[in-house]
Structures are given as structure tokens and as C-alpha cells.
């Protein structure tokens, strides 16, 4: 499986709790969001880049799988892997890890479709400025 990572550290804020100080479970997808909104600054694929190519990316699959609490006031590493895929998708792998007990919070995936935004089409194939993104990556092999 080949793949391209990034990490963001993020502190929890009040407003990302519940009544127990505790994380409120659908606050993991905003994570997400902020670790692929990373990742596309480190790897020079923003969301920005995405549309002024004409395209929209939306998330058609999401899934959480929740290990363990985080408190308010704690800080989170979130990993973002994303996945090579031949077909016209965005695959990304992702891990919430609570960086003061170094427990795995959270791990998670998400997988987007490219969407064109001028006809609110999906594309059956990889825009050319995509597939020309991924060849000048440098893929891990894991």
C-alpha cells in the first residue's frame, strides 16, 4: 500500500466537550478536517487548488472507530495518511492520538469523490492536474 502522511498537533477547547469535559465524538471529524487541511499545506494540495481546477471534493464515507476519552484542555496528534487509489477517489486513514496519556484516542477514514463544480457532476476518472499531483509525490510503501 503506498501513501503520504502529515501530523497536526491540536489543543481541545472548551467548545469541543461535552457536560463531562469530554470530547464530544462528532468533534473527531472536524479533526479529520483540520489534518487534511494540513496535509494539503504540506503537500502543496490545497482545497483552494481543488476548486480553481474546477472541481469540488466532497466526502461521501466517513468512519470512527473510538478508543479512548480525551479532556478538555489536552492535546491531540492527528495523523493523516492518504491512501493511493486508482479509481477516481481521495482515500485518508487518520489517528487521534491524546499526546498526554499517549493512548490512541481515535482512528478513522473518510473517502472523497471528485465532483465537477461548475455542473455538480461526479467524474468517473482523476482530474489531470490530480493524477499529475500523485506521480510528483514521493509514496511510502508500508
Known sequence: MKQITAEVTLKVRFSETDAMGVVWHG???KFFEDAREHFGQVHKMEYLDVYNNGF???IV???INHKAVVYYGQEVKVKARLIY???AKILFNYEVINL???E???IGSTMQVFMDASSRTLTLNKPDF???WENNQLWENV
Open 27 to 29: 468533534n473527531y471529524l
Open 56 to 58: 469540488f471534493t466532497p
Open 61 to 63: 464515507k466517513s468512519e
Open 85 to 87: 487509489c486508482a479509481a
Open 100 to 102: 498526554t496519556t499517549n
Open 104 to 106: 490512541i484516542a481515535a
Open 130 to 132: 490530480y493524477s499529475k
